[in-house]
């Protein structure tokens, strides 16, 4: 066997034979004495066939799936003609309202059908329901009635529609934070709940000329100094009182694209929310029947 090994290295075709490495050759396999004495080819080869493997599964994808991964991996800036016959999605805010959401941006499905949220995969009205939001699951068509029946609202930072936010400049994002303010600040609701670490980081870039250091961020309620639509001026709020800004909570994205916390994570993060929002509903009806009576 040794000098069969000798004979084939010492000829021109043994030698190339040793650097042809193709997928036949493996199926077909080397005899033992050169697998012995090519240790560093038999391991080249062994990694070619592994590349040439993973590329072969790659061209049998389905070209659909193939051209959808690159597409997610090549999503950036979309002009606004791109989403040009898409309508923007209409603000649901009015006076007196205990909360209003803040979204970052609507979706194309959202701003397709024109009502909030309207993705399958958004998780935003289950956890509305699952945090005490609402007494049942509402569906995206009920947006405009959340003023009615739970007096909360709605808005976004951007109200131009995109596949995803990497197709908002960022020049986009930094104007979307005075429109938001002056709108708190024209309707003067309890609160504000940013839903999304994104949203509230691009405020905060804003506001103070910088990223939000991970020592920063929080979950939940924010400082009071935090409080939107706020202003040096003295206003007043429905009720008659000095009106000191909205306060902020910020809450878990509700994006189906969003998967680095589970479903019982984010309700965890929502819930505190939903509380104080069922404490203030009761709050009011408590006020209202005192006046009455």
Known sequence: MEEEQDNSASSFNGRLDKFQYTTKRVDTGFDRSISITTTKSTRALRSSSKRSSTETESSNLPQSSQLA???????????????????????????????????????????????AYAHPSNLFWRLLHSSGLTDRRCKPEEDR?????????NTNLVSRPTKDTAELSKAEMAAG?????????????????????????????????????????????????????????????AEGEAWQGAKVFVTTSTSGLAASLKPAEKEAIWRPF????????????????????
């Open 69 to 115: 991964k690159r597409r997610r991996a090549s999503s950036k800036y979309a002009d606004p003609s791109k989403y040009a016959h898409l309508e923007h999605l209409k603000d649901i805010l009015e006076p007196n309202l205990i909360c209003v959401f803040v979204g970052f941006n609507p979706g194309v499905r959202t701003a397709a059908e024109g009502h």
């Open 274 to 293: 939903g509380d104080w929002v069922n404490e203030r509903r009761a709050e009011r009806i408590r006020q209202t029947e005192s006046n009455i009576s």
């Open 177 to 237: 934070t005075p429109v938001l303010e002056e709108k708190i600040r024209k309707y003067k609701p309890e609160a504000v709940c940013i839903v999304g670490k994104s949203i509230w980081e691009s405020i905060w870039r804003y506001r103070y000329g910088r990223n939000l250091k991970p020592s920063e961020f929080k979950y939940g309620w924010q400082d009071e100094k935090e409080n939107m639509g706020k202003t040096d001026a003295l206003e007043i709020d």
């Open 145 to 153: 009635d959340l003023p009615r029946l739970y007096a909360m609202g």
